[in-house]
């Protein structure tokens, strides 16, 4: 390679073809359904018949309704909970995981269990657990009171909340592991030289190079968060009273229980433009598109 030329200079690059196949696959299971859903949402269709064009009247009553609103704010604040303390936990258990410490992978085969159950089998088993007449709550009422954790708005957010981090931290710690080994070792062999102790190298080493990671992880959280369905359905079914109804439950609600497919797709519009914008302020108040590799000389 001679002076002052960049590494990779005069390598080909895939052509466009290569990617025909991914952009026919993304057009007929994503483009054309989101289409055929914006299409619905100015319809009004109960599933049977042809669907009636009705205008904006959709979109009329969900601006009005007060449990659309309520449903957008329960589900940012789910996603907010689960942001808030899904990535400090995660993060120091994938950069634990990434060490070399004694029984370290047997722990971590045990404690990534939960990432291979579904959504489903989690949310029956901790409805199981925290049975108000047969669960653990019920029997540690000097914890939990009269053991009906699922009674209360607060009590049912922090059981979403815990359930959601109890079953998805293990897939973004798993993330940070992969970044930590990534972090070239010469670096934390430098800072030890300079007499930089563990904490430190964490806050000045691991964590700056792990930027990526964190975005990528946190996109990943608050997608999932504003999708949260499965967990909801199982566990409090909107309850109590419409306290933890999400914006994917009540879709649910309108569509499949109300039989009101025209404004069930109204609903499933308005979260996927709510998530598309989060996501993209996320990236771009991140830099994260901006961002080159942080392995040591590129």
């Not at 669907?51 to 604040?77: E, K, Y």
């Not at 303390?85 to 404690?111: C, E, F, H, K, M």
């Amino acid at each position: 390679m001679t002076r002052g030329t960049r590494p990779g200079a005069g390598v080909s690059r895939p052509g466009f073809v290569w990617a025909v196949p991914a952009v026919v696959f993304f057009a007929l299971f994503a483009i054309v359904p989101l289409l055929l859903v914006a299409v619905l949402s100015f319809t009004s269709w109960d599933g049977i018949g042809e669907p009636r064009f009705n205008g904006v009247d959709n979109w009329a009553a969900l601006v009005h309704d007060p449990v659309m609103i309520q449903s957008v704010w329960t589900t940012l604040l789910l996603t907010a909970l689960g942001v808030a303390v899904q990535t400090p936990v995660s993060l120091l258990l994938g950069v634990w995981a990434a060490g070399q410490q004694r029984n370290r992978a047997v722990l971590s085969a045990i404690y990534f269990v939960p990432l291979l159950l579904s959504a489903t089998a989690v949310s029956v088993v901790w409805r199981a657990v925290l049975d108000p007449n047969f669960g653990v709550p019920a029997q540690l009422t000097r914890l939990f009171g009269d053991g009906n954790l699922l009674g209360s708005r607060s009590g049912a957010i922090g059981v979403l909340t815990f359930v959601g981090v109890w079953q998805f931290t293990p897939l973004h710690a798993l993330l940070y592991q992969g970044g930590a080994r990534a972090v070239p070792p010469v670096l934390y062999q430098a800072a030890a030289v300079d007499g930089a102790g563990t904490v430190r190298q964490f806050f000045h080493i691991t964590l700056p190079q792990l930027r990526n990671t964190v975005v990528t992880s946190v996109v990943l959280m608050v997608v999932g968060g504003l999708t949260t369905f499965d967990t909801v359905l199982i566990l409090t079914q909107g309850g109590p009273g419409t306290d933890t109804t999400v914006t994917a439950y009540y879709m649910y609600q309108k569509a499949f229980k109300g039989f009101d497919f025209g404004m069930g797709s109204a609903v499933a519009l308005v979260l996927v433009v709510v998530a598309t914008l989060i996501s993209l302020a996320v990236v771009r108040l991140s830099g994260y598109d901006r961002m080159r590799g942080t392995a040591e000389g590129l």
